[in-house]
C-alpha cells in the first residue's frame, strides 16, 4: 500500500496505517507525523521523508525503514522488531527499549540508549554508524550499544558522561579514546576483536547499509561495561 502523507495530521496517518490490511506499507512526503508504527506487530513501513518524535514506540515485532532523518525518541520502550535510519537519529534514540534491534547510517543525539534492558532471550541492541551526543547509555542496564565513529572529521565519537549510571549491558566504541568524563563506575578496556554476537551486528549494519564489513570487523574497540567491584548501587545503598 501507498500512502501519500502530505498535509496530514499525524492521527489520520496513524489510522490509515493500522486500518490497513497489508503488510507492506510506503508511506511518502512524510514530514514531521508522529508515533508512526506504534506497537507495529504484523506490518512492515518503509517512510520517505522525516517522521516526528517516538517513531516505532513500543514496536512489538514490525519493521520500519526510513529513508531520511528522524526526530527523537525514536524506537521509545520498544519490545522486537527492527527499526533502519538511512540518516540520523535525534536525541533518546532507544529510549528504554526492551527488545529489537536500532540501525542508524548516521549520527545520533543525547541520551541515545538511556535505561535500555535485556529479560531472558530479549537483548537490545543499537548500532550506530557515525557519532552519539552526550549521556550514551545512560542508566543502561542491559543490551548492547556500538558505536562505529565513521565520519567525524577527527571529533570525539560520543560525548561527555557516557554510560553515566550504567548498571548492566555493554557498549563497544571503534576508538582508541576513552569517553571524556566517563563515570569511576565504568570500565573501559581495549578488545583486539568484537565477540560473535557485536560482530553479527555490525555486519547486519554494513548489509542494510551498503558498507564493507572487513574494516569494521578487523578494528579493536574500547568495550565499555559496568564496573563490578565499584557499582553504581553503592552510591545509593547504605553500609
Known sequence: MYIDAYGMESRA???AVRACGEHSITIAHCIGQRYLGTALSDKALSIEGTP??????YLNGGSIRVHG???EATGD???SGEIAVFGSAGDATGYAMRGGKIFVEGDVGYRCGIH????RENKPAIVIGGRTGSFLGEYQAGGTIIVLGLHTDGLPIVGNFCGTGMHGGEMYLRTAQVPARLPVQVRAERVAAL?????ALVREWCALFGR??????????LRLT???SNPYHQMYVGN
Open 13 to 15: 496517518l496513524n489510522d
Open 52 to 57: 516526528g518524535n517516538a517513531l516505532g514506540a
Open 69 to 71: 532523518n528522524v526526530q
Open 77 to 79: 520502550t520498544m519490545n
Open 116 to 119: 535500555i534492558k535485556a529479560y
Open 195 to 199: 565477540p560473535e554476537d557485536a560482530a
Open 212 to 221: 564493507e564489513e572487513g574494516e569494521l570487523l578487523r578494528c579493536a574497540y
Open 226 to 228: 559496568p564496573d563490578s
